[in-house]
Every structure is written in C-alpha cells, then in structure tokens.
C-alpha cells in the first residue's frame, strides 16, 4: 500500500515537534539558539539567519539588540567583536522589536528603514524579521534572510510559531543557568562556610590545647609554691623552733640547777631565734601576698619587688610612675603583681641582661592602667616561642608557657597582656587593665 503523501502543515508540525525533542535534552541558552536556528532556517528554505535578545543601554531601556546566534553566515574574526551589540535605531530590526511585529521585505537594499550594512557582511535580498515574545512584551527578534522566492504568509505564521517555542525554550533554558549559577554559587558558599568551620575548630583546638598547657603549668607551678614553702617552713621555720626549744629547754634545766645567769643565756638565744622565726615567717607571708600591696598599693609594691630583683639578679631596675595613682581592685591589682613578678623571673633566668625598666601608666585618659617590662637582654624568636606554645612544648622551662600564662590572667581581668620580642633585641612585656576603682 502506498504511503499517502505528506502535507506542508504535516511536514511543519513533524519540524516543531523535531525542534522540542532536539532541545528538551539541550539547557544552555547558547546550544538551544543554535538548533532552533538551524531548524528554522531549513524550513523556511532561507540561506542564513540570526536570532537577536535585547539588552539594556546605559539608560536603562532596552536599546540594543545582542546577536546570540547566526546560521548560514560565516563572519571574518573580528566582525562580531564590532557589530555583535546593534542599536535599534530607525532600522528593521527596531520594527520588528520596538513595534512588536513581524516585517518582510523582497528586497532588504530597498526596504524604508534599511540603514545599510557593515562591511563583510553578505547581501541580504529577501528577509523576514519576527518578534520573540515572553509574557507578550518582545526580547528580541528572529531574522531570516535570502529565501529564493520571497517570504509569503505561510512562513511568517512558521516563523512566529518557531518564534514562540523559541522564546520559551530561551527562557526555560536562562532559568536552568540561573539555577545551575545558583547552585554554583551555594556550593562554593557551603565550601566556604565549611573552610571556616574547618578553620574554627582548629582555632579551638588549639586554644583548648594551649589552656591545657597553661592549666598544667599553673598546677605545676602551684605545687612548686607549695613545696619552696613546705621546705621553707622545714628547713627554715621549723629548725629554728627546734633550735628555740632546746634553748628553753636548756635554760630550765639551768634554771633548776640554780645557774641563773646561764638560764638567762639561754633565754636570751630562745629570744634571738624565734625573732629569726619572725623574720622568716613574715618572708613566708609575703610570698603569699605581699601585704605592702593591700598596705600602700601598687607603685609601693611594685618599687619593693624591684628592689628585691635587682639584689637578687644583679639587674640594674628602675621604676617609673606616670599619672596620678588610684587603687585597683584587689584581684586586679594582685594580677598586674604577679604579670610583673613573671615577667622579671623571665628576664633573671633567660635574659641574661644589664638593665631593666618598669614603668606604671595610670592613664586615666584612656580609662586604663598599663605596665612595662622593658630589658636590654638577648631576647627570643616570637613565631619560635608562640609554636611551642601552641604544641605545648616548654622551651628552656616555663619561659614560654609562662608568657601565655601573662596573658590569660590579664584577660580574666578583662585586659590584656603582649610580649615584643626579638634576638639580640631585649623583650617589651605590656599589660594593661580597666582603670576601675574599687566601689
């Protein structure tokens, strides 16, 4: 049986339906042009064409027109860098998209509206321009150009038929770049956020890590207070009781035997040993908490701990007091205490200097009180110190871990504690806290 022949409308249907299984697989905007395109060119039997999407100007409105796509037309390199953005000016294409209507002509030389045409281009005799429409205002046009027998009313109905495919594809596939440019960016945005993440938890590690540290070296640090007292106590305190004891004990004995003036020998060394005893357990109780420092506050303690220093390091210190000063409160002012005690014990064991300045800033301007540890010594590789910190390491014994240790007690005063160091350089110690006077 033979088939039935097809007809023209059959043969239009059979192409769109060609044209929508083509591109359904298709969703760059680039690649769905360019199939629609080529259909459309072989349809209509014209020999080349363009499709065209407006695009706002400098003003604002959608003066130009952008060539996306060209078929049938092989351009030198360069043209399109030139002449890809056309303006609508009076011209056929700002018939077809400003009026919102399809125009053909059987001769594009001759037409009202022809502005003429770049050089390079090929001659465009027979042409049929129609609007792509979206939500019914236009976003650009569809040229075709150089049909044999001019354009008739049959393909100006497949045109804007393709057109409207057209102009729906485009959108559909513009809304799949946006998404997948979307997706793109929520990607990198979720990369992102879980680099910082990343970053975060390594900074709590490390901060954990350091706490430890400083935890460890404050227990062990404490256990040595208590031993040095322990053995003060035994050594110091309590041979000299034992000493006292046997003095009263000999002056009864002496005493009973009726030797007088040796019973007051032996009270008399009983009396010099416990004054020793006094002495001692004063040093004890200073240690603790020097009590110059609730007496006569912290310019008065600050000069003893430094005379102290410099007979005991043979380190030349001397102390500099500037602005009027007012007391603190007791766990500020006994924080800034021991920050100075650390930061001299440092420069006794490690930094092998000839001078050392202190100075005590009450600067009420900047509602703050900042003391200086300043030496002239060897001082140290600060990225060295803060890496072994940060692995726990103790470089020659607690130096490092014992400036960590500055810095987290200024902070639990809510200030702050720095350390400007560098080889052959002496070391700067900073620490300041919140100039707030006791209620």
Do not use: W
């Amino acid at each position: 049986m033979a088939r039935r022949p097809t007809s023209p409308a059959q043969r239009q249907l059979d192409a769109l339906t060609d044209l929508v299984l083509e591109v359904s697989s298709q969703h760059c905007v680039g690649d769905v042009l360019d199939v629609a395109l080529r259909r459309c060119l072989a349809l209509t039997g014209s020999q080349f064409g363009f499709i065209g999407l407006t695009r706002p100007g400098p003003a604002g409105g959608l003066d130009r027109l952008e060539i996306v796509a060209v078929d049938g037309f092989h351009p030198a390199d360069g043209f399109y860098a030139e002449h890809r953005v056309i303006p609508l000016r009076p011209n056929l294409f700002s018939q077809v998209i400003l009026a919102d209507r399809p125009v053909r002509t059987e001769d594009a030389t001759t037409a009202p509206h022809r502005v003429g045409q770049p050089e390079g281009h090929p001659p465009v005799g027979t042409f049929l321009g129609v609007p792509l429409r979206l939500d019914g205002s236009p976003i650009g046009m569809v040229g075709l150009a150089n049909r044999a027998t001019g354009y008739q009313d049959e393909h100006e109905r497949l045109a804007l038929t393709y057109a409207s495919l057209i102009a729906v594809l485009v959108h559909k596939a513009e809304l799949y770049d946006r998404a997948r440019h979307t997706n793109a960016s929520l990607e990198r945005l979720v990369e992102e956020r879980t680099l910082q993440l990343q970053r975060a938890r390594d900074e709590l590690a490390e901060q954990a890590a350091r706490l430890q540290a400083v935890l460890a070296d404050t227990v062990d640090a404490a256990e040595r207070e208590r031993r040095r007292i322990a053995v003060d106590i035994h050594d110091g305190i309590g041979q000299l009781l034992i000493g006292a004891m046997l003095e009263l004990t000999s002056g009864e004995h002496r005493l009973a035997a009726g030797q007088a003036d040796a019973a007051a020998a032996s009270l008399g060394s009983a009396r010099e040993i416990l004054a020793e005893v006094e002495t001692e357990f004063r040093q004890v109780v200073h240690d603790l908490r020097p009590p110059i420092l609730d007496g006569l506050g912290l310019p008065a303690a600050l000069r003893d701990v430094a005379d102290r220093f410099a007979v005991h390091a043979q380190v030349e210190c001397r102390v500099e007091i500037d602005g009027p000063a007012v007391r603190l409160a007791p766990d500020a002012e006994i924080s800034l205490y021991r920050v100075v005690q650390e930061a001299l014990q440092n420069v006794a064991a490690h930094a092998d200097a000839g001078r050392c300045v202190l100075r005590l800033a009450f600067a009420h301007d900047e509602g703050v009180v900042r003391i200086t540890v300043e030496d002239d010594g060897r001082g140290f590789d600060q990225a060295v110190a803060d890496r072994d910190v940060a692995r726990g390491l103790q470089r020659g014994g607690r130096r490092h871990l014992g400036l960590e240790s500055m810095r987290r007690r200024m902070e639990s005063q809510a200030g702050r504690c720095s350390v400007a160091s560098a080889p052959g350089r002496g070391t700067v110690v900073t620490a300041q806290v919140p100039l707030v006077e006791p209620g």
